[in-house]
């Protein structure tokens, strides 16, 4: 008799979670589900601090989030023994905030704002006044430091044993660059053909869209209204801007047609991997699902009527940034730095 199947005893909850699932929603678009896909980058970030002993048992570890990392740090804070201070965005809703309390967090929370970009800078200011006032904490710069790099490795090792070696490409939102960055450079360095296809809201000066505002943005973490470091430009094939409304589709569609109940960057990335899919289909498309839709009840699962019809949309296909429009464009990016665009398109 074959032995049955074999259940793995985790020793935190972490480990039971980091680890996505794996769901064909087409021949060729695969969804790698996360209940929160930064338990990858926490983990990493602070099992690598602790080992080269930047950060000590027992130290406090403070940064800024809208949301996802925030409950990923103080996880890892939990499992490692560290105390965790989070800036919290307006977004973080009160379940999530007793979640990060219950695990020993404590946590600053900015006031409402219809600002996306004002609430970012007034947690960027409150991180400065903390530092200045506790010099023994660490600030985990989720949006600079490249350690957030190091957890998505074992993500890459899934994909590759998962999915074998055929033409791959990877879709996910940039947000602070490390989720896709961070996979797709391991599975690179075994197949240089990956494709990395980047999406950001309207609103980002990530990409280039700085001088657009988008009146219902609400999709916390994939854009910034600042710099971040650790999105390394050259890594990105392709780019996708896409608006709420559009996200929103995805969002709908993808509860509708697969059953998958996720947040607004996944649904986007749904929208942007099945019109890409139907151009190539000899590539397999992973699409990264971050997180759940909890963070999206209200504003976007209740409001599902109002959603778009998916399939009677489509981008603009634009060659320069000085073409970009809303609601949604996309561009060729050819691995570029970022400096060597803006060069590029002022000689043009």
Not at 221 to 236: A, C, E, K, Q, T
Not at 287 to 315: C, K, N, Q
């Amino acid at each position: 008799m074959s032995p049955g199947p074999t259940n793995t005893v985790h020793e935190h909850i972490t480990d039971a979670i980091k680890q996505p699932d794996l769901v064909r929603l087409t021949d060729n678009v695969v969804l790698a589900r996360f209940e929160t896909m930064k338990v990858y980058a926490a983990l990493g970030a602070v099992r690598t601090l602790l080992d080269r002993g930047v950060v000590r048992p027992g130290q406090t570890l403070v940064d800024s989030s809208s949301g996802i990392y925030a409950l990923a740090l103080a996880m890892a804070c939990h499992r490692y023994g560290l105390k965790c201070h989070i800036v919290a965005s307006t977004t973080v809703d009160a379940g999530m905030r007793a979640q990060l309390e219950l695990l020993g967090a404590t946590v600053d929370q900015m006031p409402p704002s219809q600002s996306l970009r004002l609430d970012q800078e007034r947690r960027v200011h409150r991180v400065s006044q903390l530092l200045a006032q506790r010099p023994d904490v660490h600030w985990m710069r989720q949006y600079h430091d490249s350690v957030h790099y190091e957890g998505y490795k074992h993500f890459a090792e899934l994909i590759t044993s998962a999915l074998g070696d055929g033409p791959l490409t990877v879709v996910g939102a940039v947000g602070t660059g490390a989720s896709t960055g961070g996979v797709v450079e391991p599975l690179r360095r075994a197949d240089p053909s990956v494709r990395l296809l980047g999406l950001q809201p309207f609103g980002s000066v990530t990409f280039g869209s700085e001088g657009f505002t988008d009146p219902e943005a609400i999709i916390a973490g994939i854009g910034s209204s600042i710099w971040f470091d650790n999105v390394r430009h050259h890594l990105y094939d392709g780019l996708h801007w896409v608006d709420f409304r559009h996200a929103m589709a995805g969002t709908i569609g993808l509860m509708r047609e697969h059953a998958v109940f996720a947040g607004l960057s996944t649904g986007a990335a749904y929208l942007v991997a099945g019109w890409e899919a139907a151009r190539n289909p000899d590539r397999t498309h992973v699409v990264i699902g971050a997180d759940t839709g909890h963070r999206y009840v209200d504003r976007v699962f209740a409001r599902h009527e109002e959603a778009p019809d998916m399939d009677s949309l489509s981008p603009l296909e634009i060659t320069s940034l000085e073409d970009l429009a809303m609601p949604w464009s996309t561009m060729e990016w050819h691995r570029r730095a970022w400096p060597a665009v803006r060069q590029e398109e002022q000689a043009s």
